[in-house]
């Protein structure tokens, strides 16, 4: 299962932060504080992977990806297949991007309500819901529909 | 939605714009404050507002703050009638509430309604806070109707496929709640879902069913390789679910995934199906440049791998993945890297294709050196699973060359396993002696004293190694800057071994000493420790004396004669005192004997904590692999052939005056050997004790003296079960004990160490060490004979208030030799019982059989302190009478001057307090007890004596608990009426006496000089 989903730029300040298993804020904070000490030391041109027994329990291991000023990080324990984690973060990107175009760092941030929405689409409670990110925008964009028709009605 | 929300655009922007996280903080606490005053004032706020500060609420939760309030409002959105609130409402529930949230409850009925509602996005917003929270109740309250939605024919797949993991989330969490009996069928028939999302999700859901109950679902294991043909074969699937042209890699990998919970695939078409789509994907993925692309292929490869290692394929398919992984460690890409080597780890656990792995050992050694530390992780990993005999010389010695450039985070690590593989697979003991040095010098930091140790034990059993570990030690001390540990090994090897290189350049006595020496200044205490032993030894080696070097080495005793550290000081002043001693010396410090074959601390370390891991690979593989023989500590024949020198020789020695002294050096070598390789103590500390506390081991005794009667020591060769019951004295050939066993026993009640037991055949000592309720005996079982002692056995029967355990007792007790066998124990509570030790060995044809009571008697539990009369006084009096304070009047008393009973208090751990009573025919004392089930009671006791008629007194015990209390008084009346000599006791322990409380008037007023006290008291 998916552990956790966590947005955060390169300075590790986080942009979207999902656990799928409760997690006290302290202990929030601090398992993302590890995760951005991991990946800033982490040159460019080496794996996505990296085990996370440390930090966040036995069995754990994360993917991220480094895209601009962001890191996309997965967090899953040894029922879920690594690349198939990785193919899901770029299907996660792929998704912003056409909801976004030409998505940036600022777009995230001003947008996290809809990251949530995004996300949610994607993930459901630690499982991939959906791959195609056609699909997924497909819903997203309903919902945008609904929720703006009803802020018109406001 | 966000661009409709102005506030909360300018609150971010407010946080981005501030300087530093103090003044982030500021703004954080001014914006909670505002929202928490608006909550407060609810009646004005519109749901637009309420939408809005619930979304800062969660940005403020997600920078890392604690929201402690606004919970009630953000639940009560998921109430509200429109969407976007709704949304919200649901949303920050699931992110900011755990499954035990009180508010969750009163919700229940409002997410119920939204799910069984017609409202699709209601529904959906529900299901997913309901699976992300996964609570308790609402499995309770929402499985069943999260089971329609999924097998509607009615919903849309957007709503089923949210439904399939809802329901595997509140199966998960609470899988006594959520009832899927008999949903096989249900499953299989999701399995025939045409919409690939609803198919992917039903897919997880069959994964987190068959794990739990993998007999249930077999009709779906057909279904599962058709879903693989169709996607493997990319028939009719959906352009949306082919990512970067490969049919839905989740999915694929997800179906994979679930036939690896079956077992086994029996029907052998479908197999034969199976088999052929996953000969398709190990051939046909080929490496290719979009990496995306890649990903994904091997994505479905990967698991494929997976899935055929589980298969048990045959071992033609095997050879091929391993070599492809084979393949994959060599590529660019560094995840395909890492991913081979995780898979050829994982790998090593079929059997039969470790040969083949090895193939690739020059390959997986290269991405030790990989710029990417994830890699160099799961290579060290693969080195360490596929190490043997084989191959263990070239892997240890690259890892020892890693260590040098590794990085610190991996450097414990390498240690460790490079330590436990030269342990496990020396190919020869020089080889280890030189790793584990190696080790030292490179990472001294992460080498344990356990790995140390475990040097100085081969080194010891081995005296073909000794020359050469002492000759590698003096190079290694040469060096600049030594790890201490280095200088710790280096110091014993050449106190132990430095004479044995007399010849070679740089190594007379006074070389060695100097180049020790040098490094005294700079060391901890513990090396102090050693350098002193060492020296010492180094006194004895040099015999005749050095006059030069011996002027040094005492300065430097008297030096630290009044070191702060007591065992530095202790050291320094018996060794000076030793060493004054000329021959006595050569006794005391010759050289250790072997150690006992036992097994390494740090193999056992290392099972532990592959035991830990959820990767099991490496156990089952070394339960297959066979170890090394190199390393077994045990009194082994050397090469040469020629039989170990120690032991033999001094059985052929037919001198009784020789034979004495000779025992007399083995003994005091015996004790250093076995203390020293109890890998919780530092050998040094023990050695030492050891050496200055020997326990007399009498040759073969001329008188026999005659035992107790119920001593129960008979022997009967014929019958060994009669044992017991057979009287000895009908036994011709009864081996009789030589001493006063209870007198024996009564005295170890007063002193820790002493002999417990002898015969003409063994000598059974003990030495104590107590400390509150714990308690560490040691048992030294010394064989007095030429011939073993057979048969050894070591019962221990403990009382119901003492927890013991005894450490192996060996079979065979070699002879002329002394073996320790600890014995830990616990105090409970407060009695006088004490265990008995069933001891039994068979010398010649004669089996006997000893019960010997163990002096682990209540007294070993005190601690005597003194108080004083403000301390005392207002204790006695809180305490009023029985059960806590008995009075007896005690007669037939041993008469005992005061000064002597004071002694035999001190003896009990009962410390006196002077002048506390006035009156000087008194004593007044007191104690502390220590036992695990209660803090440490106060213990007080008065004895009143006669001076005209020292044959009786009055005794009266106090403390907090009504036992501890009766046992210490009859403890304290047995020692003070019994004369062991006279009235020995019964084995079991005495039998108690019978509270008696004399009447107060038992004693004359006018004949008590203490009783007008006592009334005060």
Redesign the interface.
Known sequence: MIRAVIVMNTQGKPRLVRFYEFQPPERQKELIRSIYGVLSSRADNVSNFFKTDVIFGEDTRLVYKHLATMYFVFVFDSSENELAMLDLIQVFVETLERCFKNVCELDLVFNFTKLHTILDEIVFAGQVVETSSSEIVKAVEEIARKSLSHSLQL | ?????RG??VF?SDI?NCQNKELERLRVDKELGHIRTRFKHEKGLTP?EKKKYV?KML?I???????DFGHMEAVSLISAP???EK??GY?VTS?L???NHDFLRMVVNTVRNDIVGRNE?FQCLA??MV????GREFAESLAPDVQKLLISSSCRP?VR??AA??L??LF?KNPDVVNVDGWSDRMAQLLDERD??VL??SM?LL?ALVSNNGDAYWNCVSKCVKILERLARNIDIPQ??T?YGIP????Q??TM?ALQYFPTIEDPNTRRSLFEVLQRILMGTDVVKNV?KN??S??VL??ALALVMHLDAEKEMMSQCVALLGKFISVRE??I???GLENMTRMLMVTDVQDIIKRHQAQIITSLKD?????R?RSLDLLYGMCDITNAKDIVEELLQYLSTAEFAMREELALKAAILAEKFAPDLSWYVDVILQLIDKAGDFVSDDIWYRVVQFVTNNEDLQPYAAAKARVYLDKPALHETMVKVGAYLLGEYGHLLVRRPGCSPKELFAVINEKLPTVSPPTVAILLSSYAKMLLHTQPAEPELQEQIWAIFKKYESYVDCEIQQRAVEYFALSQKGAALMDVLAEMPKFPERQSALLRKAEDIEAD??EQSAIKLRSQQQTSNALVVTDQIPVNGSPPVGQLKLVKIPSQNMETSSFEQRRTETYGAVNKVDPESSPSVDLLGDLLEPLAIEGPPSVLTATEKGQGLEANPNSPGALVLASFSDQPNTVQPTINIAERFSALCLKDSGVLYEDPNIQIGIKAEWKTFHGRLVLFLGNKNVSPLISVQALILPPRHLKMELSLVPDTIPPRAQVQCPLDVVNIQASRDVPVLDFGYKFGTSMVNVKLRLPTTLNKFLQPMTVTAEEFFPYWKSIPGPPLKLQEVVRGVKPLSLPEMANLFGSLHLGISQGLDLNPNNLVASTTFYSDNSRALLCLVRVETDPSDRTQLRLTVASGDPILTLELKELLKEHMISIPSITPTAPQGPMPTPLQLDPPGALSIADDPGALLAALL
């Open positions: 939605m966000a661009s409709s929300m909360l655009s971010i981005r637009y979304w940005y939760y997600m920078l890392g703050y604690d929201v429109k969407y976007p949304q919200v949303i992110c509430l755990n499954e996005t299901l997913t699976g992300n929270i996964g957007l496929k949210k993991l809802c595997l989330r998960r690939l999302g992917t999700s997880s994964v949306e679910y990512y839905s890699p989740w999915l990998v997800k995934r995306n990903n994904a091997h994505a990967f698991e560094p995840n890297r890492y991913l710029p990417d530390i994830s890699i992780r891991t959820a």
